[in-house]
């Protein structure tokens, strides 16, 4: 007949312990403990541990000592679901992470590219000094604004609001965002905060073309 017992003296190494019938553990009548091996266990979605609930059913081997046989965990149900939950959402996040690859690699050829096309542009006096330090002003200020707003979003603060974001981004700060955007995996899924990051990065790459013929001409 099946009774419930609590497994005790589990070596997970060896694979067996020993489970103690509950009306043992109450007082009720002194019932022997059995010997259980993981074998003997229903698929569960994890490793049996000392203090599980457990169903089972007792036979005696050929010395006489008892052995617990058909042994379910009581919830093995509850287990199992959560297992399934937690492959499902790694195998999720691993054909998200597929599918962003791309857009990654691009986002990684920009910001190569402006940080190159800064440097040289600095380098070779393509526009004035004022305009390189501006951007690795902002670009610093845009950088620890992103991981700011990370560290918030972990912990459960107060956080950045996008519109701020923005605002250093189109300032000049948006090689450093996109930085930090990869640097961090921050942002980089929500499509609505990538348009208003790529508009501000775009306004701004517009502004200084505008700008630049200007300014040369002031000198």
């Not at 007949?1 to 553990?25: A, T, Y």
């Not at 457990?54 to 006489?64: F, L, Q, V, W």
């Not at 609001?161 to 965002?177: I, K, M, V």
Request: aromatic share 8%; charged share 20%; proline share 4%.
């Amino acid at each position: 007949m099946p009774q419930l017992g609590r497994i005790e003296h589990w070596n997970d190494g060896k694979g067996h312990g020993f489970v103690r019938p509950l009306q043992s553990q109450a007082g009720a009548g002194d019932a022997a403990r059995a010997f259980v091996h993981i074998k003997a266990i229903a698929r569960a979605g994890r490793r049996p541990a000392d203090g599980d609930l457990i169903r089972y059913d007792c036979e005696s081997d050929a010395r006489g000592r008892l052995n617990a046989v058909d042994v379910t965990l009581v919830n093995a149900a509850v287990m199992r679901t959560r297992g399934q939950r937690r492959v499902a959402a790694k195998t999720a996040a691993r054909q998200r992470r597929a599918a962003a690859a791309p857009i990654d690699a691009v986002q990684r050829c920009v910001l190569a590219c402006a940080l190159i096309a800064l440097a040289a542009g600095g380098a070779l006096r393509l526009w004035p000094l004022p305009v390189t330090l501006a951007y690795v002003a902002m670009g610093t200020v845009s950088f620890f604004a992103y991981a700011r707003d990370k560290n918030a979003a972990g912990n459960g603060q107060w956080r950045t609001r996008e519109s701020t974001l923005h605002a250093f981004d189109l300032l000049c700060g948006w090689p450093g965002g996109l930085l930090a955007q990869q640097a961090f995996r921050h942002k980089t899924r929500k499509i609505g905060f990538q348009l208003g990051f790529w508009t501000s990065a775009v306004l701004n790459c517009a502004a200084l073309y505008w700008l630049l013929p200007r300014i040369g001409t002031a000198s």
